[in-house]
């Protein structure tokens, strides 16, 4: 996962200054978005591992306060999610404005939405465009 979300952090924070002028996408909001799945991600991991160790070390049934969690967690796991589909969105966008140079609606781009939601096959086909946006 920290390649990953390394990955799109380094594509939208690098090409965002590359857009033309007429692109109006937020950097902020993009790099706000990343951060709550990365954090989510960490903060999920420890409660999971206290939750483990805590039922290991005791043969009770779990009571309520891990199922109090998991309301949390649920929301977290959601806003999360949405985080990481910004993202995706975020960074075809902008590899697709650069590559056009003008602001694309989302079914001009979606082709590369779906190439860097699958990742390992993706990478691919993005990876060259990418190099070759830096390139220039």
Do not use: D, Q
């Not at 483990?52 to 309520?64: R, V």
């Not at 995706?88 to 939405?113: D, P, Q, Y």
Request: glycine share 6%; hydrophobic share 55%.
């Amino acid at each position: 996962m920290t390649m990953f979300f390394g990955w799109f952090w380094a594509i939208g924070t690098r090409l965002h200054t590359k857009l033309p002028e007429t692109a109006n996408i937020s950097l902020k909001r993009f790099k706000l978005f990343l951060l709550i799945p990365i954090v989510s991600i960490f903060f999920m991991s420890i409660f999971m591992s206290v939750s483990a160790l805590s039922l290991m070390e005791s043969n009770e049934p779990p009571n309520l306060a891990i199922f109090g969690m998991m309301g949390i967690i649920f929301p977290l796991h959601l806003l999360s999610m949405f985080g990481i589909f910004h993202s995706l969105w975020f960074n075809a966008k902008v590899i697709k404005s650069i590559e056009l140079h003008r602001t694309e609606t989302f079914g001009e781009f979606a082709g590369e939405f779906i190439l860097i939601w699958f990742f390992p096959i993706g990478i691919w086909f993005i990876k060259p465009k990418v190099n070759k946006m830096m390139e220039e």
